[in-house]
C-alpha cells in the first residue's frame, strides 16, 4: 500500500490492483468480441487484400498507430501497401483497397477521406469499427464490426479502467494481428518469410 503523504495521489492506493482488473477486463472483452465475429465478413476482406493492386491504410490518433502496425505486417506478407497521410504514399485509384479503422465511425479525417476513395475515385472500402450504423460503415464496400465500448460510451463501467477508445484500439490490433495469422496460414508462409522483408535499415 503506498500511503498518500505529500504524492499527487489523492487517496491510498494498492499498486497493481487495477491493472489486474484491467487486464481481467481485456481478456473478458477479447473473448465477447470472438464469439461476435461474422466470418463471412473476414473472408471478403481477405479477398479484397488479395484482388486489390495496392492497399491503403489509415486512422486517427492511436488507431492511425494501429493502421500503421496493421500496414506493416501487410508489407512483411507481401502486399503492396501504404499510409494514407505519409509523404511517400501515391495517389490511391479505383483497383486499390482502403482500410479506414475508426472505433466511432464518425472520426471527420477518416470519413472525408474514405468517402473521396469511394465516391470519387472508385476505390473499395473496408470498415473496422464498432458502430455498423455509423458514417463510415454505412458508405463501405465491407464492415468489420468488433463489438465494444467506444470513446463516446462516457458512462460505461470500463470508463475508469480504459478510457476513450482503449478497448477499441487493443481489440483492433488484437484482431488485425489474428487475421495476419489466417493469412500466413492460408498463403503458407513463415516467420523467416516475413522475416526476409523485415527492416534492415532500423
Do not use: C, W
Not at 466470418?39 to 479484397?48: D, H, L, R
Not at 497521410?85 to 479505383?94: D, F, Y
Not at 465500448?149 to 489474428?178: M, Q, V, Y
Amino acid at each position: 500500500m503506498i500511503s498518500k503523504g505529500s504524492s499527487r495521489f489523492n487517496r491510498p492506493l494498492v499498486v497493481g490492483e487495477n491493472l489486474i482488473r484491467f487486464l481481467d477486463k481485456v481478456v473478458e472483452h477479447i473473448q465477447d468480441v470472438k464469439r461476435n465475429l461474422d466470418f463471412k465478413k473476414i473472408e471478403e476482406f481477405i479477398s479484397a487484400l488479395e484482388d486489390a493492386r495496392s492497399v491503403f491504410v489509415m486512422g486517427a490518433g492511436r488507431s492511425g498507430f494501429v493502421a500503421k502496425a496493421f500496414a506493416m505486417r501487410l508489407m512483411h506478407l507481401g502486399y503492396n501497401v501504404y499510409v494514407v497521410g505519409e509523404t511517400v504514399t501515391p495517389r490511391i485509384k479505383p483497383e486499390d483497397l482502403l482500410i479506414a479503422i475508426s472505433g466511432s465511425g464518425e472520426t471527420l479525417s477518416v470519413v472525408n477521406i474514405s468517402r473521396k476513395a469511394k465516391e470519387e475515385i472508385g476505390s473499395k472500402l473496408v470498415a473496422v469499427t464498432q458502430r455498423p450504423n455509423s458514417t463510415l460503415a454505412k458508405m463501405s464496400d465491407i464492415v468489420i464490426v468488433l463489438k465494444g465500448k467506444t470513446k463516446d460510451d462516457r458512462n460505461h463501467e470500463l470508463s475508469k479502467l480504459a478510457p476513450l477508445g482503449t478497448l477499441f484500439e487493443l481489440t483492433a490490433l488484437i484482431f488485425l494481428d489474428g487475421l495476419v495469422a489466417e493469412i500466413m496460414n492460408m498463403k503458407e508462409l513463415t516467420e523467416e518469410d516475413l522475416a526476409e522483408r523485415h527492416a534492415v535499415l532500423e
